[in-house]
């Protein structure tokens, strides 16, 4: 098989990967999903803005029974939610079991869910309301709309389902407003990644192990390559990259760069099946000279951009203007979603670089004109502390990097984690494929088991 | 027994009733307490804003015990925190038995609590943070602080304690940040208040209730003032009333101000102990001619007048400038905390008066420049769907118009209720007293056995 496991860490090194797939709404075939919109306020937590905005969502009834039905309901992250209807293929595949309604919800400031349309990104006072608090009353409220206007849908139970962002929005959906949700599946989702709940590093360190399995030589060519950047930029030598892949910005290959990618186009789903195995091919011997290291290291990137078909490499500086889905993300992390990254190239194969919380503070008001909190993101959901919750899974990847902040033991019999070892990035949400692994068709199956138990259990109370 | 319930219900009749008791801060005797100021941001919710302002609270700790000892944080409500901390004798008379530290937590706009001085008040877009899931978040974030600042007190365990609308906030504590505390004890609290949970006419029907029981021909007597005050106003003739109780606003002993007054007055926490039969004493024959029935009101009104001290009837169109408090609680009930109420003159004393949202809408444009959302409460604390939950107790008193709108029959195990026939408002939060009906004595016992169960579960989770 092809695809023994999604791994498709190379992105977090090489900015701009991801591209969104077609969108699917009024076509043709099993996947038929209906776009609609709903009016929702702009600001939920203050009465000044008195504004609604169109929030967008998909959603197919093709499955559902009115008696002894389901609403599944993917809580939408960074991006354009026909991405992540068409890519969570497990939704898809288990609606007729469940009798399930799908619903996919945009999140807003992402896709067509704009609250200031082309000015929604045009300073920090239009950005005010892109924070997780507003698109989780968002959802809820869609929620109650939906249950409230679709005949048959009142007493529905009701499960929230998400990965990476969308799988943490998914979790806070159940806590925050169990009254809405019954159950959650949180696919990938580091809820931990805060302040000092887990270390800094435990990123890079995973990431690393996978490049350290996926071929000999592989991790220490990467952390090896680090300096030869500099050796040969510092005598002014070209370096041996394809010039379809230089940045406009020369720190685009650079430490700094890769970092800042770390955690930020991680974050994305990512549209690549690039098996590592194959770019450690190239990597194989890391004693070699700069100039040779570094052309194998740009050979392995070149197929890399050939899978994906991105042909020119991001320039960072140019984020806010270029890619709005992209802009939406820094302000988040610039401002609640602080995730705190750092490297030692002992334990990883990047530079050593430590978390600089004041820079990164600096670095984000000269953005945005905001400064970061921190440690809200622990005041408000709960940090550690979460055992009074229930009914939701905590789904993970043994090979993904995010597995770090993720919940992996069981907390109680209803907030339950689930590792799959040889998964990547909510690997579980994907369509079944052949070449899966077993442990994760275990885990759908899981998966399923605990949403039935809990959909019987909230059709019993109604 | 001069004092067999607290019952105030006179006050809902007669607006501008209440005043603050003086301030213990710094005092000498049992309850000395110490003043606080804890810095908190103006806006949890949005990072446009980023200034932060003083929350004041009231600590003392000299009951409280690093090991095995508690925390009981009282969730201000609105007005002056002293108040609060002056009329909460419970707490600290189970002070000692807990090992209990108490904390007052002032509500953002009121009292010393202003997030933006003298100008807080000044216009919608300086009273945008007078909102529940703020004061929430100042609440939960000072508790926090709490733990981590004062030695010892990290793993110590907390009930949230409140009445009224401070026994909503304390509710919503434990549901919305249940990492935070352990548990709640919600006095006469009114969370379904709201929209169509329970039917708008409650309220007044128990108030009249409470008349009817409180003397022979008391109900009926106040049911035909109405058309008595109509009848000799429409004749041009002057009131029977005492010139120091004349309100500038000819309306101001009309029904339009009665009912603005049932739920705004009655709101405030009310320092008068004036038992109803007095007061009915004077209106015992509702069939007298129009001048003699409203004489009779009158010396009911005045007995109360001289009782409270209050020299002159509260003109409602000033409040907005005159008490910071008032003015508040005015803004809550005009975004957020909207409690639609209703009278029919058949079930209730008061001229038949349907809840208008409309034009209460429209008044609320007028006053504050801002529109209510009445579904946003129901939305964001789950109206009757609160089963999830947990360790929360809810007490109500069966003489309180506002156990219309409270949690009188336990939801679960840990969702209790607990009623006290011959209490009014949040009777059991107040200092016991040898006249206490044996009702509230066993339900303030009953609160402190389940708040001393959920301690000791705490306790074992660290």
Request: include cysteine; proline fraction near 5%.
């Amino acid at each position: 098989c092809g695809r023994p496991a999604l791994l498709d860490i190379m992105s977090f090194l090489i900015p701009g990967v991801f591209s969104l797939a077609h969108c699917l709404v009024g076509e043709g075939g099993e996947r038929t999903v209906l776009g609609a919109f709903f009016a929702c306020y702009v600001d939920h937590f203050g009465f000044l803005e008195n504004r609604t905005f169109q929030q967008r969502y998909l959603i197919a009834d093709q499955y559902w029974k009115k008696d002894g039905g389901s609403i599944l309901f993917y809580t939408g992250n960074e991006g354009d939610i026909t991405w992540f209807c068409n890519n969570t293929g497990f939704m898809w595949e288990v609606a007729e079991e469940l009798n399930a309604m799908l619903v996919f919800a945009e999140h807003r400031y992402y896709g067509e869910s704009l609250p200031f349309g082309n000015k929604s990104f045009s300073d920090s006072k239009h950005l005010n309301y892109l924070t997780s608090e507003q698109a989780l009353a968002d959802f809820a409220i869609l929620i109650q709309h939906i249950r409230k206007t679709i005949p048959g849908a009142q007493n529905t139970p009701v499960i929230a389902i998400g990965g990476s962002y969308g799988g943490m929005l998914a979790a806070w959906l159940r806590m925050k407003y169990p009254h809405v949700v019954d159950g959650a599946l949180a696919a990938s989702a580091p809820i931990w990644q805060f302040e000092d709940l887990v270390p800094c590093g435990v990123f890079s360190r995973i990431v690393t192990n996978d490049f350290k399995k996926s071929g000999k030589g592989c991790s220490e060519s990467i952390r090896n390559s680090w300096e030869a950047i500099k050796r040969i930029s510092s005598t002014g030598n070209q370096l041996p990259m394809p010039p379809q892949h230089l940045c406009s910005s020369k720190n685009c290959i650079s430490q700094a760069v890769c970092t800042v990618t770390l955690w930020v186009i991680s974050h994305h789903f990512l549209p690549l099946d690039l098996p590592l195995q194959v770019a450690c091919k190239f990597l194989k011997d890391p004693s070699l000279s700069d100039k040779l290291l570094l052309q194998n290291i740009f050979q392995a990137i070149n197929i890399y951009y050939n899978y994906s078909g991105v042909a020119s490499c991001l320039n960072i500086s140019h984020t806010a203007t270029k890619n709005l889905g992209e802009a939406g993300w820094y302000y988040q992390v610039c401002t609640e979603m602080v995730m705190p990254m750092c490297t030692d190239g002992v334990n990883d194969m990047f530079e050593p670089e430590k978390w600089d919380f004041q820079a990164f503070s600096e670095e984000c008001f000269k953005l945005w004109g905001v400064r970061p909190r921190p440690s809200w993101i622990l005041s408000v959901y709960g940090g550690k502390n979460i055992s009074s919750h229930s009914n939701i899974i905590f789904s993970n990847g043994g090979l993904d990097p995010w597995s770090g902040g993720g919940v992996t033991q069981n907390i109680t019999n209803s907030l339950v984690a689930i590792v799959i070892p040889e998964g990547a990035h909510h690997l579980d949400l994907r369509s079944s494929n052949p070449c899966d692994p077993e442990s994760v068709r275990q885990a759908r199956a899981l998966e399923v088991h605990y949403m039935k138990q809990w959909i019987g259990k909230a059709r019993q109370r109604h």
